[in-house]
């Protein structure tokens, strides 16, 4: 066995943590129930596909489309539910599916910010299904009762309450526990074999007169041909409108999926039991719809003595003709009460006993409500476990050995009985197709994305899946949404989107390994490929900064520093919780630094000023002035830092710093960092109002040339609208900074020349970073002089500034790192505010050099 398997056959055996409620589970004694894939998927998919559509619905349907075009309504809708099949049963092979049914699949997919969204949708069209199937059993019990003469209200009322009635006792059910829910189930499931059986034993038996009367006749050709083409009556009645109310009628699919925490084995589970429940109830669908069409009429009387006596037809119209009935007046007057095309209970009136149909619709309606109300609490109480939403996570206990979740079966049962006072079974069949058809689409499309990554962990054991039979799947239910009620679909993806921007804003806390982790992996790493064939260009120019912090909130303003000029997001939260545009790097040298890949590698390298490098030991200042050509930038920053009240470090660039002045010295021109900088710092928000005040060097012959050039350079690229004069030294400050410079410095001296006796070698070997003499006189001549009159300068224009840029000194390569620290230290003595050094590498980075 090669290691690559071995491997693999490890990481397929890893255990995946169950997202249940653990202390529900563990502290029960007995274990919970668990279901099979007959019991558990198959016949609770075909029970919820088996819904009063069926029996309601169906045959009024083959009235307006005729039976070709009612098999196509059936068959396009078992191609979107059985390529979502396909795509749901290869996610779940995946790996472990628990509870959450199609949201846990979807979220796990394609992240939270798509999952949040389809599992509230998702949980709410469950709970618009319980009402849809509700209802259509109330209105079967109203006629009922109105056969007996019996009358509540009156006709709309009575479905309401009996609605209303019926999903309380089904509530009652489900807090039950899922034992007595799968007993009922079975027992629907064997009253809708019989009910099957009662009916098409009926449509072989010789129809009585009465049944004639009914539009009635049994198989025949004549009956089967003039029903084939659509008749459509009514002006809201098209192809479409009837696919949007037969479309609810294939939801049942997930049925099983939803409950994947109470199968026993899910991965097994659900792609056997859905794929077998679509296989028969589409055999079921279409056998009822060819054989209904062929044995009734459109229209009929139900009028006995509308029988024809010998051969006379004058005046006779319709199909009736033929067949010895004159249904003549009704259809002319439209007053027909019978056939396909006016009656609802036309399967009760074919099959061989009447009440047996009845009791088919009750078993079917009951059964889907039932399924669909026990459906939307799993998923729901999945969805608040993972606190994506706020004031959700009250519904997320669960109760029980089976972690039944209670509290969601009761907000369910509120929304479904809010809906059943519609009373309207269309309607509420219109809406449902568009919440479905939305969570069709995005299953489909978690399968397509998780394909296209090519991640490693997408391995499902379910191989008969394409990832462009999903993709088609997603693009055909989007389009199917509009094409049915374009207005519900905007509605539907008006919320999904607000529900995407809200997760999407408040980044949760999760890591779910989802696609779409993998396809920005892929899309980084495509880029940053492409990137590295192109060459650099000054108007694209962009600080990437190595900021070296050590453990980041030890160097706070370091990083706030960074945040202030970099892209737009809260600086803080880069060392706080590793959110925004910044990578951690723990190095295992302090001389190592991390240097990206390709175009992303650092340009600007951001370190702190070693404030305390006097007490320091003189190797930890020795590589301290780095020779740091391979960056455009060099910046030095003097932390300042202070403890709030809660012991949480605060930093000057975490506030606003409303009409501040910013000085920038302009020493000489390395490409123009040291405008850019400042710049991108009064872009943010806690810098907007500020000032730039920009200082220049020069004497005063080429004073007027110098300045002119100068707010040329400012206005073209930076839209500055203040500068100062140019400045020149105020010798009167020299003998003060002097002073204080030689203070410095002295510690790091080796006072050679004076010491008679000693040679200079002698007293390298016991202090080899000291500065000798001579070193410190070639010095003084040609830098020293400079940056203290530098210094003298800041003093008097920059006393009481509130942010202060200057351009960092080039160390030459045989300067003391001591000598070079006096410098620094020298150059920023006095001020009271954050002190930023830049320095470029002469590579241009302001794009009025490429005008």
């Not at 260009?537 to 909130?553: A, D, E, I, M, Y």
Request: proline content about 4%.
């Amino acid at each position: 066995m090669d290691v690559a398997s071995t491997m693999t056959d490890s990481v397929n055996s890893l255990p995946v943590i169950d997202i249940g409620n653990e202390e529900s589970q563990g502290s029960q004694g007995k274990a919970p129930v668990r279901f099979g894939w007959v019991t558990g998927v198959m016949m609770r998919c075909m029970l919820n596909i088996w819904g009063v559509i069926l029996f309601l619905r169906l045959s009024w349907i083959i009235s307006q489309a005729g039976i070709l075009l009612t098999c196509l309504i059936i068959l396009m809708s078992v191609v979107v539910t059985s390529v979502t099949a396909l795509s749901i049963s290869a996610i779940a092979t995946n790996g472990r599916v628990t509870s959450g049914g199609a949201y846990f699949m979807i979220s796990r997919s394609l992240g939270p910010e798509i999952g949040g969204p389809i599992g509230m949708v998702f949980s709410f069209a469950n709970a618009l299904a319980c009402a849809l199937n509700t209802v259509g059993f109330a209105e079967v019990v109203r006629d009922l009762m109105q056969e007996f003469g019996v009358v509540m209200i009156d006709k709309d009322n009575d479905v309401r309450i009996v609605g209303v009635i019926t999903v309380t006792l089904l509530l009652l059910i489900s807090l039950a526990g899922m034992e007595w829910e799968s007993k009922a189930q079975i027992f629907f499931f064997t009253v809708l074999m019989v009910s099957f059986s009662n009916y098409f034993v009926g449509t072989f038996l010789p129809p009585s007169p009465e049944k004639q009367a009914m539009g009635i006749f049994g198989y025949r050709s004549e009956v089967f041909i003039s029903n084939l083409k659509p008749d459509w009556r009514g002006n809201d009645n098209d192809f479409f409108q009837m696919f949007a109310i037969f479309f609810p009628s294939a939801i049942g699919i997930l049925s099983g999926a939803n409950i994947s925490g109470d199968l026993k084995d899910p991965a097994t589970a659900i792609p056997k039991g859905t794929l077998m429940a679509i296989l028969l109830t589409t055999i079921s669908y279409l056998a009822i719809s060819v054989t209904v069409g062929s044995c009734v009429m459109r229209d009929a009387s139900g009028n006995i003595s509308d029988i024809l006596t010998g051969n006379i037809t004058d005046g006779c119209v319709g199909l009736g003709c033929n067949l010895g009935w004159n249904f003549t007046e009704c259809i002319q007057s439209q007053s027909c009460e019978y056939g396909l095309a006016n009656n609802l209970k036309v399967l009760g009136q074919v099959s061989g006993f009447y009440y047996l149909i009845t009791a088919g619709v009750f078993a079917a309606s009951l059964s889907s409500a039932l399924g669909f109300l026990v459906s939307a609490p799993k998923v729901f109480q999945c969805l608040c476990r993972d606190n994506l939403y706020p004031y959700i996570g009250f519904f997320a206990k669960g109760y029980g050995k089976n972690d039944e979740p209670l509290r969601a079966y009761l907000l369910c049962y509120i929304i479904a009985a809010a809906f059943i006072l519609i009373g309207k079974l269309n309607t509420i069949a219109a809406l449902i197709s568009n919440f479905f058809l939305c969570s069709y689409c995005l299953i489909n499309f978690s399968c397509f994305h998780a394909s296209i990554t090519n991640s490693p962990g997408w391995r499902p054991s379910f191989h008969y899946y394409s990832k462009w039979t999903a993709l088609f799947g997603a693009v055909i239910s989007v389009v199917l949404m509009f094409m049915l009620t374009w207005w519900a679909a905007l509605v539907t993806f008006s919320i999904i989107i607000f529900l995407f921007g809200y997760v999407n804003y408040n980044k949760p806390k999760v890591n779910w390994g989802s696609s779409v982790q993998a396809g920005t992996y892929n899309m980084a790493l495509s880029y940053s490929v492409s990137l590295s064939g192109v060459e650099d260009h000054v108007k694209n120019f962009r600080p990437q900064c190595l900021v070296l912090t050590g453990p980041p909130n030890q160097r706070p303003a370091l990083v706030d520093f960074v945040g202030s000029f970099h892209q737009a997001y809260k600086p803080h939260d880069l060392w706080r919780h590793n959110h925004g545009q910044s990578f951690s790097v723990n190095n295992l040298h302090p001389t190592l630094y991390a240097t990206g890949l390709g175009k992303l590698k650092p340009n600007t390298l951001v370190m702190g000023f070693k404030t305390n490098w006097k007490d320091s030991s003189p190797e930890s200042i020795e590589d301290y002035p780095l020779k740091a050509y391979s960056f455009s930038c060099y910046i030095t920053v003097d932390d300042i830092s202070s403890k709030g009240d809660s012991d949480q470090i605060k930093t000057v660039f975490q506030n606003d710093q409303g009409k501040k002045t910013i000085d920038v010295y302009w020493i000489a021109d390395d490409g123009g960092l040291t405008l850019l900088v400042p710049y991108l710092l009064t872009r943010r928000k806690n810098w907007r109002s500020s000032k730039v005040r920009v200082f220049i060097v020069g004497d005063e012959q080429n004073m007027e040339e110098g300045r002119n050039d100068f707010c040329t350079l400012c206005e073209v690229s930076l839209s500055l609208s203040i500068y100062s004069s140019l400045i020149s030294d105020p010798l009167f400050l020299f003998p003060l900074s002097l002073s204080r410079f030689l203070d410095s410095v002295a510690p790091f001296r080796l006072f050679d020349e004076q010491q008679e006796g000693v040679s200079l070698e002698e007293l390298r070997q016991s202090a080899p970073w000291k500065i000798s003499d001579k070193e410190f006189e070639a010095f003084k001549l040609k830098v020293t002089i400079c940056f203290i009159c530098s210094c003298c300068a800041v003093l008097l224009c920059s006393c009481k500034c509130d942010g202060f840029s200057r351009s960092l000194p080039v160390p030459e390569s045989d300067c003391p790192s001591a000598l070079y620290m006096a410098w620094l230290d020298t150059l920023t003595c006095g001020l009271h505010c954050p002190a930023v050094l830049i320095r470029g590498n002469q590579q241009n980075v302001l794009t009025f050099y490429c005008q």
